[in-house]
């Protein structure tokens, strides 16, 4: 599979160099330029594939020529000792779980995939530097997958605010792989600064710097199995119309499962579930649109206001706009609407959901409830995180208390960074220089 700017046709670069570059010189994002038919792979999948194996099976047919089916397979198993678990509720809604990973979050799956095909990438003995914009438990998911991946450094800026679950003795000045930056600002400006630096290629080139965010087609792509696995696993019980509810901040999800479509995967459309922030609210109803300093609410990890992965998402509507206003759904949820689907689910299905997913679930409700999905249609809520991550207000909703995983447990530790800077790009270089 080459890959080409959302900016322009040319030049189309490999797998290998989009990932290890991460961004094209225009500033835009790297898409497939070409649309590979995956159908031969997954349509003849069971409810008993297991997602290693799908992983395994799916990745060298996407990127022929750079992943063998033998070096495919060593990825899936160094990245891949935790899957997706797909629960249906009802006739019309099923949980895809992904908080099944090392820090109960989504992303998990997608940086356990960059991180192992980049060592495989890497044997050479080449050195990459990963940097990212993280908040939350997104840096504890990056520094758990890259601990000891040979050859790999990982940069993190933080935005302002406590920072949590890192162990010191996995940082550089200790030894290890894991350099945590803070920055005197946004998560979107933590954003920019990502760009800024791998654009730098001078800089960039010096120490091998690219990133595991979803700019990165190697951290976005892995996200199109985990819509495959629950298709697999629900293609023999449906009997209408299959859309996917997904929680939308920087849109990464959405992108994956539209690129799903793109494979082939038989789906009729996708509801994109804001929080008050409605990030693209304006952009899905024909608007221009307009990035905004996000607010904060209870579903934290969509409260953005620039989505990284806006030049993807205008590029599907560029290319279709007919099509894709059939194909994605627009929901925006607020935090009363968000509360109140915590606790319908419990009380309805016995299942406890953090507030991302609720976001979804609402979403998925409301356009069932409108009509605009069919009696017999089927819905696919992403749970993108475990409950555990917002204890308080689940158990507030719920009335229950949430039990609190030893893995997830051990992420409530702060952690102090080793640099806090403002939100130039010279003092991040100083601040990476500086540890080397």
């Not at 799908?54 to 047919?61: D, E, G, H, I, N």
């Not at 109140?340 to 953090?354: E, G, H």
Request: proline share 7%; hydrophobic share 40%; glycine share 8%.
């Amino acid at each position: 599979m080459q890959f080409r700017s959302t900016r322009s046709n040319d030049p189309q670069v490999s797998f290998k160099d989009a990932v290890l570059r991460c961004l094209p010189d225009d500033g835009g994002l790297y898409v497939p330029s070409m649309v590979m038919d995956l159908r031969q792979f997954f349509l003849y999948m069971d409810t008993d594939t297991r997602y290693p194996e799908l992983t395994a099976a799916l990745a060298p047919a996407l990127l022929q020529g750079e992943l063998n089916p033998f070096s495919a397979s060593r990825v899936a198993e160094s990245a891949f000792n935790f899957e997706p678990e797909l629960i249906q509720l009802d006739e019309n809604f099923s949980l895809l779980k992904l908080d099944n990973g090392p820090t109960g979050v989504f992303k998990d799956f997608g940086i356990a995939f960059i991180a192992a095909v980049l060592e495989e990438l890497l044997k050479n003995n080449s050195q990459a530097m990963i940097l990212s914009a993280v908040r939350g438990d997104t840096g504890v998911s990056l520094s758990h997958a890259f601990h000891k991946r040979k050859g790999i450094c990982s940069v993190m800026l933080y935005p302002s605010g406590p920072i949590r679950g890192l162990d010191p003795r996995t940082f550089v000045p200790a030894g290890g792989n894991v350099i945590p930056i803070q920055i005197r600002g946004t998560f979107d400006e933590c954003q920019r600064l990502v760009n800024e630096t791998i654009l730098d290629r001078p800089f960039a080139e010096r120490y091998g710097i690219t990133s595991a965010s979803t700019i990165n087609p190697g951290r976005l792509l892995p996200q199109v199995f985990y819509f495959l696995y629950a298709f697999v696993k629900l293609k023999k019980s449906l009997r209408g119309e299959l859309f996917f509810s997904v929680p939308s901040g920087n849109f990464g999800n959405l992108i994956a499962g539209l690129y799903a479509w793109k494979f082939g995967m038989p789906v009729n459309g996708f509801i994109a579930a804001m929080n008050s922030n409605n990030a693209f609210g304006d952009f899905f109803h024909g608007k221009e649109f307009v990035s905004h300093r996000p607010v904060s609410t209870n579903s934290p990890a969509l409260d953005v206001g620039s989505p990284s992965n806006y030049e993807r998402l205008a590029a599907f509507y560029d290319e279709a706009p007919a099509v894709m206003r059939n194909m994605v759904y627009p929901e925006s949820i607020d935090d009363a609407a968000t509360e109140a689907a915590i606790t319908r689910v419990w009380k309805q299905y016995n299942i406890l959901i953090d507030p991302h997913t609720a976001v979804a679930f609402a979403a998925a409700e409301k356009r069932f409830s409108s009509g605009s999905i069919g009696e017999n249609g089927h819905t696919v809520i992403l749970a993108t995180g475990h409950p555990a991550k917002e204890a308080n207000l689940v158990s507030k909703c719920t009335g229950q208390p949430v039990k609190i995983p030893g893995k997830l447990a051990m992420l409530q530790k702060k952690a102090d960074p080793i640099a806090v800077i403002d939100p130039q790009i010279d003092a991040l270089q100083s601040a990476i220089v500086s540890c080397f």
